[in-house]
């Protein structure tokens, strides 16, 4: 059974920054495909980003250039850093494991003056 727990949210001023971490269990983070994603109130959720098991990445073009998603393969812990981050990036963030439809809890991000 596969069990992703975020953290690393919080309220941050427009053009601030914040890194989320996904401390997995029961998959390899190395190994699996990881992707994070995000749902603002009232909207559906989107995805974000995704590393595959070789690292290759993508973005979704609204954070293309502003996000980037890691690991640590020592930790098993997926990562999502997010800079010149704006009102329109609040949202409550999720880790997700494709392979096995898993979701963490979430975590909520507000990017607020």
């Known amino acids: 059974q596969v069990q992703l727990v975020e953290s690393g949210g919080g309220l941050v001023q427009p053009g601030g920054s914040l890194r989320l971490s996904c401390v997995a269990s029961?998959?390899?983070?190395?190994?699996?495909?990881m992707t994070w994603y995000r749902q603002a109130r009232g909207k559906q959720r989107e995805w974000v980003a995704t590393i595959e098991p070789g690292a290759n990445t993508a973005y979704a073009s609204s954070v293309w250039g502003r996000f980037t998603i890691s690991r640590d393969s020592a930790k098993n812990t997926l990562y999502l850093q997010m800079n010149s981050l704006s009102p329109e990036d609040t949202g409550v963030y999720y880790c997700?494991?494709?392979?096995?439809?898993?979701w963490g809890q979430g975590t909520q991000v507000t990017v607020s003056s």
């Open positions: 029961g998959t390899i983070v190395s190994m699996s495909i």
């Open positions: 997700h494991h494709p392979p096995t439809v898993s």
